[in-house]
């Protein structure tokens, strides 16, 4: 595999939403989904939140029929987030979790593998390393949160694997092929028990672990899912005549320049009316370098009419691993789950392996997968996860 690992400017946090109370944090998280209006409106009340460069280096807003979860800039967590929170009675305000040590997020560009393998390949290292990660495939990238106090141990594993350094320690590529031996963490805070010395042992071990915490895999009936983009604004902007940043500059006409200028605001106002409406399922993705990724109940579509690009007559079905019995500091969950699949459905060989992704949040996990694949990888998880 061909992969291309850089570490995301900034820090995040993920945060933990109950559905019952996801109404009383819809305004903060359209303020930080349109945060370029939303700073300044901090701004006027004497909160400083990130700069212009980095809100949206990245973002991460999922409801799903277990919880919403975000992963925000710290800035915003600390900002929009917090104060909501201490708002609340002290008995409503536990269910909220924020959480306490920060994450760096890492962009993946990979080529030559199919994304089944890809997830497996890109998170074992770091889960023989015993680094725990929550792994998010969007339409373009996929992206893993590491523990920033597990930044050296990240880096050693990613060097342990062959990758080399090539943008002033922000910016890895990797060999042709990896290997699964373990690698020694060397984080500051090593962890509890050993980690796993093999692909296997880990996928054992990751079995163990969910079985006790009686996770058990399930569908949603009548759920299915479509992955697409929002359209390249270049296409929908000519950008020849503006200059750099020219978002905070005035225009001929001595009105200075919105942030709707460089968007397309028909996805927007579709997303705003999606999330007021509390959606069963959506999964929203912006990057730096990425036009918006949206993992979305099929259902949705029609909101969005011409806005969206992608394969808008595909049938995901989500496999829900409900984790909340599990520490954020469980580590291997993604790497053991997703290479159980890619083994024992024979993924490679019979190439449905293209077909696989998987959304971590705060407290649960999904395999995606087509609609007749779904089935089948339930019938191979279930049994693994049965109590004897």
Same mark, same amino acid.
């Given at each position: 595999m061909n992969?291309?690992i850089?570490?995301?400017?900034g ?6 939403i109950?559905l019952?109370l ?7 998280i359209l ?5 370029q ?5 901090c ?18 807003i999922?409801?799903?029929p277990?919880?919403c979860?975000?992963?925000c800039h710290?800035d915003?967590?600390k900002?929009?987030f917090e104060?909501?929170?201490n ?10 979790t924020?959480?306490k040590?920060?994450y760096?997020v ?8 199919d994304a ?16 725990p990660?929550?792994f998010?495939t969007t339409?373009?990238?996929d ?7 597990k930044?050296d ?7 342990a ?11 890895y ?7 699964? !031996? +373990?690698v020694? #963490?060397?984080g500051?805070?090593?962890? /509890?028990t050993p $980690?796993?010395s @093999?692909?296997s042992?880990?996928?054992k071990?990751?079995f163990?672990?969910?079985k006790?915490?009686?996770v ?10 479509v992955?697409?983009? !929002? +359209?390249d604004? #270049? ?5 020849s /005549?503006?200059? $750099?940043?020219? @978002?905070?500059?005035?225009n ?8 709707l ?9 579709s997303l705003?009316?999606?999330l007021?409406?509390q959606p +069963?399922?959506? #999964? ?6 990425d ?11 029609n909101?969005f ?9 595909g049938d995901l079905v989500?496999i829900f691993l409900d ?18 699949l890619v083994e024992e ?11 696989l ?6 407290r ?10 779904a089935?089948k990888a339930?019938?191979v998880l ?7």
């Amino acid at each position: 595999m061909n992969a291309q690992i850089s570490f995301l400017e900034g820090t995040f946090n993920l945060i933990h939403i109950p559905l019952d109370l996801y109404p009383t944090f819809l305004q903060p998280i359209l303020q930080v989904l349109l945060p370029q209006g939303a700073g300044e409106a901090c701004l006027a009340n004497g909160v400083e939140g990130p700069d212009v460069e980095t809100r949206h280096a990245f973002l991460n807003i999922s409801i799903t029929p277990i919880e919403c979860s975000v992963v925000c800039h710290s800035d915003w967590a600390k900002t929009v987030f917090e104060p909501v929170v201490n708002r609340l009675p002290r008995d409503v305000a536990k269910q909220i979790t924020v959480s306490k040590e920060p994450y760096l997020v890492l962009s993946v560009i990979s080529a030559g593998m199919d994304a089944g393998n890809r997830v497996m390949e890109l998170t074992s290292p770091l889960a023989l390393a015993g680094i725990p990660i929550l792994f998010i495939t969007t339409y373009y990238s996929d992206f893993i949160l590491v523990p920033r106090k597990k930044k050296d141990t990240v880096v050693q594993a990613l060097l342990a694997r062959g990758f080399e350094c090539i943008e002033d320690e922000s910016s890895y590529v990797s060999p042709a092929v990896m290997s699964h !031996g +373990r690698v020694k #963490s060397q984080g500051s805070e090593p962890p /509890s028990t050993p $980690p796993p010395s @093999s692909a296997s042992e880990l996928q054992k071990r990751t079995f163990e672990l969910l079985k006790k915490r009686n996770v058990v895999p399930y569908i949603c009936d009548g759920l299915s899912l479509v992955q697409c983009s !929002g +359209r390249d604004v #270049s296409e929908l902007i000519d950008f020849s /005549s503006r200059r $750099p940043h020219s @978002s905070w500059q005035a225009n001929g006409n001595g009105h200075r320049m919105s942030w709707l200028d460089n968007m397309d605001t028909k996805l927007y106002t579709s997303l705003i009316a999606v999330l007021a409406s509390q959606p +069963r399922f959506l #999964s929203i993705t912006l990057a730096q370098e990425d036009a918006p990724s949206l993992l979305l109940d099929k259902t949705l579509l029609n909101v969005f009419g011409d806005s969206l690009v992608g394969d808008t007559e595909g049938d995901l079905v989500p496999i829900f691993l409900d984790l909340v019995n599990l520490p954020l500091e469980a580590t291997g969950i993604v790497s053991g789950v997703a290479g159980k699949l890619v083994e024992e459905m024979h993924m490679t060989e019979t190439g449905v392996g293209s077909e696989l992704s998987y959304l971590s949040t705060a407290r649960a996990g999904a395999v995606i997968l087509s609609n007749q694949q779904a089935m089948k990888a339930l019938e191979v998880l279930k049994p693994l996860l049965e109590k004897e």
